[in-house]
């Protein structure tokens, strides 16, 4: 399973005050309450956090075929920054400018593996079933266009380039429960895939298998 989350903090100031009241009590535990009070940059703690939490419950609503809103029942911890001379050891994807961190989410009974690169006003959180690497992994502008459709052409992109494959050829459809899925001549790809976007950007994480 995969799940990724994208946050543009410039957006998020305009939508969310994060520090009026019980605002934090409301989706966070109290360790990562804390966590956020003791940080150089409490703002952008509070979206690391929050985008970490979203990706794994993304993979977790994908494994489980679940929806629901449960921010308190989602817990970090082991929250690291990774140094930059092991970035190349880890499944960073081309990612290799910015700040970047690792997490472990837990949400009833099940655990994720986190990570996340936060370069100037950009946060991207991504997890994969354990062993796996990604395939393609883009994140990029997209300017005032409609976030959804900008996405979906971005990840055509992408993959005409790596498969060669012709554009006219690429669809993505959505199962039942609303996971999308890369189709090629209308054969369903034995592919991984989760979509993202938020504010001004945009972006995608695709692994082999489908689970």
């Not at 494994?63 to 092991?86: N, V």
């Not at 459709?149 to 609303?178: C, M, V, Y």
Request: hydrophobic residues 35%; proline residues 4%; glycine residues 6%.
């Amino acid at each position: 399973m995969i799940g990724n989350d994208i946050v543009d903090l410039q957006q998020a100031r305009q939508e969310s005050n994060w520090q009026r009241p019980r605002y934090l009590e409301k989706i966070f535990t109290q360790e990562e309450q804390q966590r956020i009070a003791e940080a150089e940059a409490p703002e952008v703690m509070v979206w690391l956090l929050w985008s970490c939490k979203e990706a794994a419950y993304k993979r977790w609503a994908s494994q489980t075929q679940q929806r629901r809103f449960l921010p308190k029942k989602m817990e970090s911890t082991d929250f690291y920054q990774i140094q930059e001379q092991d970035l190349t050891t880890t499944e960073m994807g081309k990612q290799k400018v910015g700040h970047h961190y690792t997490c472990s989410v837990r949400i009833i009974g099940h655990h994720y593996m986190v990570y996340t690169a936060l370069k100037d006003d950009l946060i991207h959180s991504w997890t994969l079933t354990e062993g796996k690497k990604p395939l393609l992994l883009e994140v990029a502008p997209l300017g005032q266009q409609d976030l959804s459709i900008a996405t979906r052409s971005l990840l055509l992109k992408h993959l005409s380039k790596h498969f060669l494959w012709s554009p006219t050829d690429i669809s993505i459809q959505k199962n039942e429960h609303g996971r999308p899925f890369v189709y090629y001549q209308n054969k369903k790809c034995p592919l991984s895939l989760s979509l993202a976007h938020h504010g001004r950007y945009g972006g995608f994480v695709l692994a082999e298998g489908e689970s």
